[in-house]
């Protein structure tokens, strides 16, 4: 994400669980602000509250780590705000399989406007990133 988004200062981790996503990036500079229903473990900057598209926009990029249920929220926060977006799912919200689910993810990215690649990170279990960010403008 560093190295795809590097203009990024202030980044929404969303579903973050522990907050170890936000630990990484916080060690290399970023301003990260973890959203999840429950507060884990670490100590790091934190929204204790389930993260909607009416959240207030105040990131450079929008990032999810095997975000469960709210990995569709991230594409379409990302669309309608148009900022950045890194995504790793690892299961639907819908009962989709893996892979559709993967597809249905990048090509509602595309439908709201935004350029989706897909790519593999050097990790066990799910590791396929959806990377999205708006289309510049012509």
Not at 79 to 95: E, I, K, L, Y
Request: proline share 7%; net charge positive; charged share 25%.
């Amino acid at each position: 994400m560093v190295q795809r988004f590097p203009t990024a200062r202030v980044v929404f981790d969303v579903a973050g669980g522990m907050g170890k996503l936000n630990l990484a990036l916080s060690a290399r500079g970023l301003d990260v602000t973890t959203f999840d229903r429950r507060w884990k473990h670490h100590d790091v900057k934190f929204a204790e509250r389930l993260f909607t598209l009416a959240e207030p926009c105040t990131c450079d990029l929008v990032v999810g780590m095997h975000p469960d249920g709210a990995t569709r929220v991230i594409v379409e926060y990302a669309a309608q705000h148009r900022r950045p977006f890194a995504v790793v799912p690892c299961c639907s919200d819908n009962g989709m399989p893996y892979r559709p689910w993967l597809r249905h993810l990048a090509a509602l990215g595309r439908e709201q406007g935004l350029v989706v690649d897909e790519v593999d990170l050097p990790m066990q279990g799910r590791a396929r990133v959806l990377l999205g960010e708006p289309q510049k403008a012509a």
